[in-house]
Nanobody, 127 residues
Framework: EVQLAEAGGGLVQPGGSLRLSCAYS????????IAWFRQVPGKEREGVSCINRSDGSTYYANFLKGRFTISRDGAKNTVYLQMSSLRPEDTAVYYCAADPELYCDGNELNVLDFRSWGQGTQVTVSS
């Protein structure tokens, strides 16, 4: 079993930056693809970005337009999401998810493909 713990959310002004972290523990061999999703009340959870543990390759949702960067630190079993040029529409609860078999290859992220989830961290972009 894998445990995921997000951190780093908070309140930031439009145009600002935040870095989220996702620390994974437990059966880390069961972690291959690690992704970030986000959700606002009344809407479906949407995929933001994903990184493959095997080769470090990444995927980003088209709507990000280069504003976010996903990275990993294998020694710390942690994945990061650096968010820049934040907009009010980025306000959401951000979730970390992991799966032992999935390879993120450019297809849109699907919540059903991920076996393990964190509790989420709130990001609010507001002046």
């Amino acid at each position: 079993e894998v445990q995921l713990a997000e951190a780093g959310g908070g309140l930031v002004q439009p145009g600002g930056s935040l870095r989220l972290s996702c620390a994974y523990s437990g059966s880390t061999l069961e972690v291959h693809a690690i992704a970030w999703f986000r959700q606002v009340p009344g809407k479906e959870r949407e995929g933001v970005s994903c990184i493959n543990r095997s080769d470090g390759s990444t995927y980003y949702a088209n709507f990000l337009k280069g504003r976010f960067t996903i990275s990993r630190d294998g020694a710390k079993n942690t994945v990061y999401l650096q968010m820049s040029s934040l907009r009010p529409e980025d306000t959401a609860v951000y979730y970390c998810a992991a799966d032992p078999e999935l390879y993120c290859d450019g297809n849109e992220l699907n919540v059903l493909d991920f076996r393990s989830w964190g509790q989420g961290t709130q990001v609010t972009v507001s002046s």
